[in-house]
């Protein structure tokens, strides 16, 4: 068996350990992994605790039959004749501080000076250039059977500003019960205020423009543009594609999963009306630009 214990660490290390372990008690996790699973698991903890502190029990062949780790920084295991004990020390370890002459000191903050100037003369990796969320609602799953009955966009200037593309499609289709439940759109609705999708498509190409396209998951919209786009014999869009589910995957290697709602979470993004195609692309938006902040987006 093997217990861990958990203070003030990452949401997201929460979350990735709850897949080996049961979380018993808030920061408590019990489980029985093999012996490799377990050290990978506490070299992926200490990576990712941030500054909070993890404490591990697990079975062991000596005296007491048990053994654990610790990252707190007033503790110290020691071993006294193969026998684990938790030593308190009176201050936290800190690093030794070593002298330097004065030649030694000029130089390193010559050197540290330099790196200052060439950091502020170096280009922001931060994206400058306009970009568009998009999101689409649709029938089904399938491009090639299954149609579009909304889309939503949403475009940030470099002024700050935003504008915004929403509509309804005119489809000849019935809208399987699911898909009104899950979008709260009807063919009623679509009857009276949808417009064709050849409408639809051409204000979206103008609304883009020669600005990224930006979306989450979005091999599938795009995959349903493209067929809309050759369907109806229309110059398909030839911006910059750019899929957010990737980037969160490098990002945050720890989410339970990567739903677009689960991440929205993560970011502290609100949605209010999921599967609403205007306001996901709203929320698509807001995620880009919180990884932009991060320089994790390049455009």
């Not at 000596?62 to 308190?88: A, C, S, W």
Request: net charge positive; with cysteine; glycine share 6%.
């Amino acid at each position: 068996m093997i217990v861990i214990t958990l203070t003030k660490v990452p949401n997201a290390l929460r979350g990735d350990l709850t897949k080996w372990y049961q979380e018993i008690q808030t920061g408590v996790y019990v489980g029985s992994v093999s012996a490799r699973i377990r050290d990978s698991l506490w070299l992926r903890i200490v990576k990712n605790i941030g500054r909070g502190e993890a404490t591990m029990v697990y079975n062991a062949n000596n005296e007491l039959g048990y053994q654990f780790k610790t990252t707190r920084r007033d503790h110290q295991v020691v071993d006294y004749d193969g026998i684990p004990l938790m030593m308190h020390l009176n201050a936290a370890p800190q690093a030794e501080e070593h002298g330097y002459s004065d030649a030694a000191k000029f130089h390193k903050a010559r050197v540290m000076s330099q790196k200052a100037q060439q950091k502020r003369s170096q280009p922001s990796r931060k994206n400058n250039k306009p970009m568009v969320a998009v999101d689409l609602e649709t029938t089904g799953l399938d491009p090639s059977k299954d149609v579009i009955i909304s889309i939503g966009a949403v475009k940030a200037t470099t002024d700050g500003q935003a504008s915004e593309f929403s509509r309804l499609i005119s489809v000849t289709e019935s809208i399987p019960e699911k898909i009104s439940t899950l979008t709260g759109l009807t063919n009623d609705m679509l009857a009276k205020q949808g417009v064709p999708i050849v409408e639809a498509l051409s204000g979206l190409n103008t609304f883009i423009g020669d600005c990224a396209i930006v979306g989450y998951n979005f091999h599938f919209d795009e995959a349903f543009l493209k067929q809309a786009f050759i369907s109806n014999n229309l110059e398909a869009l030839r911006s910059q594609t750019i899929d957010l589910m990737p980037i969160v995957k490098r990002t945050n290697a720890f989410l339970d999963n990567y739903r677009l709602a689960t991440v929205l979470s993560a970011y502290e993004i609100e949605n209010l009306k999921p599967h609403h195609a205007l306001e996901d692309a709203r929320a698509t938006l807001a995620l880009a630009q919180a990884l932009n902040k991060l320089e994790r987006l390049k455009i």
